[in-house]
DNA sequence: GTCGTGATTGTTAGCGTTAACATCCGCGTC
DNA sequence: GACGCGGATGTTAACGCTAACAATCACGAC
């Protein structure tokens, strides 16, 4: 690769002796400054091409104090959300001349959280995008004072901190009137994990949505966004459906706070010899790929996590360069499929 | 957090300003070196302790050449396997003190990969991961000439260059075998993108399997991953197997090469009105933690990616060491659950 | 012609760290 | 008592880059 057949990577010098000019004036060519006479430019820009230069990131970040480097801490990227996002993520900093750095917290413990900021603070990171929406992680966020940007992605609105975030409570909203559209006279639902932010969002949008229809509240069921605990709720929810039958209470409609968890009620539901929708719709949250093909499709509830990404960068640059950017949370959409449908005219008892 | 409300981080100087020695005392503590005083690296570390120093990684790449980071490049991030393989590079990776930048490609083409590779040799990095599967990409690796240790994952074996794998010929025999020894005539296969090379193993190990079992080999279905497209391979097998009723063609099982076409297939089967397993058996590939939850619940062949990703940063050390490491494949595993049954005895034309 | 002005280029001094070499000191050996 | 040796420490010089300042030059105004 060396014209040399040397080993050491070469130089602004080595590109200046090439071009004839000194080793500031092709720094100038490589950063786009003005005031180099268009010839010089030209001849710097063969000499570079030629001798395949590239510049060395770590001295111009030991010099600029700016590795043009974010770092994403996150931790459950092996779901769909946290994925998706780090997808937008990541895109959107590339096409900014940013790169990725990523940090996977083991636990969602305050301290986890503080030891990934601050690796992230020692590399001089430019700016940190925290994704992790769990317990004292979040909490931690809150607190921390670091010495370069931290914005949080998906914890709500936080005047503490920047942050990016799709609405959780109008996406919860959006299921649960749906449902009530359709003549049920309340609806169910399957929270996730206590200490995620998203499932405390979920569940009040939904609880609202519920009071200001005027339709009792039931008792939510617990998960943990794992296909395993939606089983269990659905199994559940079959037991309170028959035990309900023909009285008042019964049990038609459930909003499941996520896909995954819709897909194991879907499954209890049918192994408890209950239809959908005949007897029970089901709404779920995500629009993971899969859920158009569950059994029945699922009726779930959109968010754009690539966007949210993308928002997340644009965030960064806003502090960088050193604006206050006030950003609005992304809305999320109703996608219906074949999981819900009218209620039933509710057969009295005999 | 600095001491005299300076905005500047400090550096090696103030440290052994404050202890009373010399930068190079504090290198030498810092970075673990013998030839210390204890009592000096006692003070020093209490320097340190206090000033709440922190070494700069800039200036520490510049001057060694090793920036202690991992590049990966990678694509469909957004799937099972790959996310749950970052997980396990992040992981290893951290605990070995490298942190882990990572590049999404737009797209499988050799550009794409080489720009990627590109932009992590200007970084510096240490060394970098490839897991892309696909392609082109996967061409450009062979050929590549990088500064930096360059070792692929999921590729199979390579005599060019360094790999970790699982090995999809073996894991594709599992399957194809279970079907065989549960009496089936022959297996049928839905496979994946013809350019991925996960696809061609498991293809491959199919149709070895068949071929040593002397039952006939029938035309794979085409499909790319995605739920819809093993939804459309689904419709497809129900209408073979309504033309080869009662021949001795019968359709009876397939093997799918992933659980998301799978659940496609699943669907499409239920949905013209066969019975799984009753009527066909299926098999996937991956286990995903929902497939465990399908309608039935999916018999698969679980492959290990968080292993993966530990040994690709083994094999990463090692080189970085200078060893030439040999790694043999991680073994994947059937994993039978309910939608696999006996063949029935084929009942005669009437 | 002289001077100022602005555009272009060159020179110098760090950024914070490690590596290489120099120094100093104490101790055992002959 | 001189010598050598090795452990502890300090000094100096890079690493490749950018920022700040200095120098040069051409050109127009007076």
Known sequence: MLPDGSTRSLGLSDVAARAGVSHQTVSRVVNGHPNVAPGTRERVQRAIAELGYRPNTAARALVTGSTRTIGLVTSHINQYGPAQTLLGLEKAARAAGYSLSVAILDDDSEVAMREAVD???GQSVDAVVALSTYGQAVDALRRFEAPVPLIAVQVGRDDARPTVWVDQEVGAALAT????????RTVHHVTGPGDSLEARGRRVGWRRELEAAGAPVPEV?????????GFAAGRELAAMARAARGTADEVTAVFVANDQMALGVLNALCEEGLSVPGDISVVGFDDVPECAYYLPPLTTVRQDFAELGRRGVELVLARLRGEELEADPVLPELVVRASTAPARLMPRAV
Not at 177 to 184: C, E, K, T, V, Y
Not at 222 to 229: E, L, R
């Open 119 to 121: 690796l992230f603070v």
């Open 221 to 229: 069921l617990c998960g943990d966004w794992w296909p395993s605990s």
């Open 177 to 184: 009137r749906h449902l009530l559209d359709l003549g049920h």
